[in-house]
């Protein structure tokens, strides 16, 4: 038995060392970013086709002049894939801001998003950034997404919430609400009792929300 251990341990040694060793293969050594010369072969069909991408009217908004059944599909699961990340980003928002919420005290301040990042959580007008900022990563656009503030009819609270405006019509947004006291889902705006948006704002515009029955009524 102990010369056929032996003999066991002779093969298994045999064995690897005839094992071919592992190639090491040298790292990736590449410039990505060199300018192409003008004479590069691809140059005039890349040229031709980032003029034309530039002038799609698709990226504009604007409907194709023909609407395929791809197109149709295209557009079913971007919208689908848009509202998965607003409702993930609303949910993340919500969870940390039960953990991150600090009350302003005496004075009012509207942070950054740098400082909300810098000193570890704020209220609602500085979590709320968490939501607008990353909806602005996640592309959604300057005329989608605002900034709002809102306020409780019969209380007279005000708070600060995300408004989507998925619609071309923009007309019934969807609230995202950082910190829950709206709504602790996304839901449209037409859906929330109680509250009422008067200030909208982004990074450069700011519009003041008005009862279109009743500026309908003063105009007559």
Not at 99 to 128: K, P, Q
């Amino acid at each position: 038995m102990r010369s056929l251990g032996i003999a066991v341990s002779l093969i298994g040694v045999f064995a690897l060392s005839c094992a071919p060793k592992a190639q090491v293969l040298p790292s990736v050594a590449m410039n990505f970013f060199v300018p192409a010369p003008s004479d590069n072969p691809w140059t005039e069909k890349i040229q031709n086709w980032q003029a034309r991408h530039h002038l799609d009217p698709i990226r504009r908004g604007e409907n194709p002049r023909v609407q395929s059944s791809l197109g149709d599909e295209y557009d079913n699961f971007s919208a689908e894939l848009r509202r998965e990340i607003a409702t993930r980003t609303i949910r993340w928002v919500q969870e940390n801001s039960r953990r991150h919420y600090r009350a302003d005290g005496e004075r009012d301040h509207w942070a950054t998003l740098g400082e909300v990042i810098e000193t570890g959580g704020d209220d609602c007008d500085g979590l709320d950034l968490l939501t607008f900022e990353l909806l602005r990563k996640m592309g959604f656009g300057k005329n989608e997404i605002y900034r709002a503030i809102v306020v409780e009819r019969g209380s007279g609270q005000h708070h600060m919430v995300t408004l989507w405006f998925e619609s071309e019509s923009r007309e019934d947004p969807f609230v995202l609400d950082p910190t829950g006291v709206v709504t602790d889902t996304m839901i449209l705006l037409s859906q929330v009792p109680g509250w009422e948006p008067i200030e909208l704002f982004d990074e450069q515009a700011h519009f003041r929300v008005e009862d279109q029955a009743i500026a309908l009524s003063l105009a007559d």
